[in-house]
T-cell receptor
Framework: GEDVEQSLFLSVREGDSSVINCTYT??????LYWYKQEPGAGLQLLTY?????DMKQDQRLTVLLNKKDKHLSLRIADTQTGDSAIYFC?????????FGKGTRLSVIA | DTEVTQTPKHLVMGMTNKKSLKCEQHMGHRAMYWYKQKAKKPPELMFV???????INESVPSRFSPECPNSSLLNLHLHALQPEDSALYLC??????????FGSGTRLTVV
């Protein structure tokens, strides 16, 4: 089946930028997503990018897509303690949404 | 209305109980999903309904029984569960636009 890979942990200082990376295998991916999950909560859609785009910016969030390398990244500018959470990369192609294992972002004050 | 509503938020049930999880959306989405999420793991797909018909069953044990009474409602009936079935159960819906909208989940504990 299709696979989505992410690094498991990232620790940054408050005010710095965070970059979370993701790779995927599905050549038929049409949309790629970033979801945020805080402890005990459901999944919050942060942002998404269509597969024919290479960049999308939304306030503090920048998504970069390298379709040739099947690499997706999420940059969070001016990271705050409220950004501490697990971030899931997910892709949607012909099959339903497939998630990566999630990156736990810890923000140090 | 841009939300998926799940009830109850928490459920504790014994192994001989029968209970149901409910999910509702009024966004006109014609695909609805059940995902199971264990602690510190990504969500895993269980069932997909498309136009109120079951289109995907990811080899889920029969003690989980989904039902889609209409285009806005999705239920998950639970019977004779095991302690290892304790998890966060997430409902989602999707339409012709970009994304899946997730509910906040039902945290299920089987005792």
């Amino acid at each position: 089946g299709e696979d989505v890979e992410q690094s498991l942990f990232l620790s940054v200082r408050e005010g710095d930028s965070s970059v979370i990376n993701c790779t995927y295998t599905d050549s038929s991916s049409t949309y790629l997503y970033w979801y945020k999950q805080e402890p005990g909560a459901g999944l919050q859609l942060l942002t998404y990018i269509f597969s024919n785009m290479d960049m999308k910016q939304d306030q503090r969030l920048t998504v970069l897509l390298n379709k040739k390398d099947k690499h997706l990244s999420l940059r969070i500018a001016d990271t705050q303690t409220g950004d501490s959470a697990i971030y899931f990369c997910a892709e949607r192609g012909l099959a339903p949404l497939v998630f990566g294992k999630g990156t736990r972002l810890s923000v140090i004050a | 209305d841009t939300e998926v509503t799940q009830t109850p938020k928490h459920l504790v049930m014994g192994m001989t109980n029968k209970k149901s999880l409910k999910c509702e959306q009024h966004m006109g989405h014609r695909a609805m999903y059940w995902y199971k999420q264990k602690a510190k793991k990504p969500p895993e797909l269980m069932f997909v309904y498309s136009y109120e018909k079951l289109s995907i069953n990811e080899s889920v044990p029969s003690r989980f029984s989904p039902e889609c009474p209409n285009s806005s409602l999705l239920n998950l009936h639970l019977h004779a569960l095991q302690p290892e079935d304790s998890a966060l159960y997430l409902c989602a819906s999707s339409g012709s636009n970009y994304g899946y909208t997730f509910g906040s989940g039902t945290r299920l504990t089987v005792v």
